[in-house]
């Protein structure tokens, strides 16, 4: 299987990678699908995990933050509107295809698409660390 994206081709990804995930193995990749689009999973080990978010046209992100996962979003295609917490102030700014953000534990984000978006996220393997803060889809911690 070949993911394609932005016009770029990638390795394929061995669907022999297993993960652990509230004690079932899974292959990668899989999806997961999610209220404001889905989550294809396409690595997972116990030192990262990798993903593309399908963000659709209008749809956001819980307002969150990590206690341990540490991740980076780079914008694929598409064009999202980033919120995040900078000094204290929430921050808001558009980021298009080409740009990335380095969220740490701690820091207080949110993502939402201006148009339908992907894009790559790379991370530590806590996947269920997520406190939200607000959420459109009812699904507050």
């Known amino acids: 299987m070949w993911v394609v994206c932005s016009r770029v081709r990638y ?4 669907s022999h990678v297993k993960l652990l995930k509230r004690g079932i193995e899974m292959d990668t990749p899989y999806r997961v699908e999610k209220p404001w689009g889905y ?9 990262y995990v990798g993903k593309i978010l399908h963000i659709d046209t209008g749809h956001l992100l819980s307002l969150q933050y ?12 598409g064009e999202i509107i980033f ?3 900078e000094d204290g102030e ?12 380095h969220v740490a ?8 698409a201006v148009v339908d978006t ?12 997520v406190v939200r803060l ?3 889809y009812g699904r507050v911690t």
């Open 11 to 14: 390795q394929p990804v061995l």
């Open 39 to 47: 989550e294809l999973i396409w690595a997972a080990t116990d030192r």
């Open 66 to 77: 990590h206690r341990q996962k540490d991740e980076t979003i780079h914008v694929l295609r």
């Open 83 to 85: 919120r995040v917490q």
């Open 90 to 101: 929430m921050q808001e700014r558009r980021m298009t295809a080409g740009e990335s953000y």
């Open 105 to 112: 534990p701690g820091t207080i984000h949110q993502m939402e």
């Open 118 to 129: 992907d894009l790559l996220e790379v991370s530590t393997p806590e996947l269920d660390d």
């Open 134 to 136: 607000e959420d459109r």
